[in-house]
């Protein structure tokens, strides 16, 4: 392979864009361990939301290097469209796609606090709402216009929508990088599973210098890191089909927003005093089982609301840029599997849908 299709189309991209989001963003936080402050460390809020650019940052590194390259040897790129910064090609779909992702992510963080009362992992103060009381600065949720019910109605509300909007800047930090560069990459290589597992790992492990510290699971320590795995390739198995289905990076942006602005709310839940474990309630274990259920169910609903037609033009346009930029004017040999109408089929199926994707065979 030249030098122009190794750091166009090969390894060589992958890991420069490695390089650069994992060095620029543990570089940022490295400080918080020198310092020995840890997650006390006083200007740590003001730097995660510059760590989560560091992906994006690398996409550009990627992008201004293979531009070069393939100017010189006559190639062709066009990675707005092949990283998803656009609607893809059926926009009102996509904006469905966007709303319902909107809509499902607080509803599932509250289906996994109520589970997780129910099992007795977290332990709800409805009546009085302490966390929430204090963190507020309200004198007492029985005074406020509905009582607690309105109040955590209007908490949830407020992060959904305000929340949401405010942290999709930093979301697609992050996400153009992992959803829309990273994740075709990996399923280009290694097929739709593996590639969205991978993508979820590496995800979960550019964390490392927060989660080493516990940041998301205090009772951990150290181990919050490999706590954390499960989590980032569950979420990954969930939103990389939204990528995938649009041809848009634009619903998991919101999504991973949604996630970021409402997580929390089981936490606001509990008496004042308490402090509830994460590792197994909300992100933690009972979370899991909440994403691994709409992981099973997530790719029949996405066939049955998505275009045949507009996925085609994706996986259509996908194959021609590639063929592209390897220089080869042929289709790539390896193609991400997709199942009927183009969403991602997990599982041993995968290699036969990307059997016949390389032999010529219809995207269906």
């Not at 864009?17 to 400080?31: C, E, Y």
């Not at 009085?128 to 949830?156: D, F, I, K, Q």
Request: proline share 7%; net charge positive; hydrophobic share 50%.
């Amino acid at each position: 392979m030249s030098q122009a299709q190794e750091l166009t189309t090969g390894k060589g991209r992958i890991g420069l864009f490695l390089a650069v989001s994992f060095g620029l963003g543990w570089a940022l936080v490295l400080p918080a361990w020198w310092s020995g402050a840890g997650l006390g460390w006083p200007v740590l809020g003001a730097v995660l939301p510059v760590m989560m650019l560091a992906p994006t940052l690398a996409v550009l590194v990627v992008w201004w290097r293979a531009r070069r390259i393939a100017r010189r040897h006559g190639l062709r790129t066009d990675w707005p469209r092949r990283t998803g910064l656009g609607l893809g090609p059926d926009r009102r779909r996509t904006w469905r796609v966007i709303v319902a992702t909107w809509v499902a992510v607080p509803v599932l963080v509250i289906v996994t606090v109520v589970l997780s009362a129910a099992i007795g992992v977290l332990h709800l103060d409805l009546p009085h709402l302490g966390a929430l009381t204090a963190s507020s600065g309200l004198a007492t949720v029985e005074r406020t216009p509905g009582g607690a019910a309105g109040v955590l109605a209007l908490t949830m509300l407020q992060a959904t929508i305000l929340g949401t909007t405010l942290t999709v800047p930093f979301a697609f930090g992050e996400e153009w990088g992992w959803r829309g560069w990273l994740q075709p990459e990996l399923i280009a290589r290694w097929g739709t599973t593996r590639g969205l597992v991978a993508t979820g790992a590496i995800w979960g492990l550019w964390h490392a210098p927060l989660t080493l510290l516990g940041y998301n699971y205090p009772s951990l320590g150290p181990w919050a890191a490999v706590w954390f795995l499960p989590f980032s390739i569950l979420v990954a198995l969930a939103l990389g089909p939204l990528r995938q289905a649009t041809g848009s990076v634009w619903p998991a942006v919101v999504g991973h927003a949604a996630i970021n602005s409402t997580a929390g709310f089981g936490l606001l839940v509990v008496a004042a005093d308490d402090q509830p474990d994460s590792a197994w309630s909300t992100i933690g274990v009972v979370g899991w089982v909440v994403l691994a259920g709409v992981v099973a169910v997530l790719p029949r609903v996405l066939r049955r609301s998505t275009s045949s037609r507009s996925v085609g033009v994706v996986l259509k346009e996908d194959r021609v840029a590639r063929a592209g930029e390897d220089g080869s004017g042929q289709d790539p040999s390896r193609e991400g599997p997709v199942a009927r109408h183009g969403v991602p089929r997990l599982g041993p199926s995968a290699g036969r849908e990307a059997d016949t994707e390389r032999t010529g065979g219809p995207a269906r």
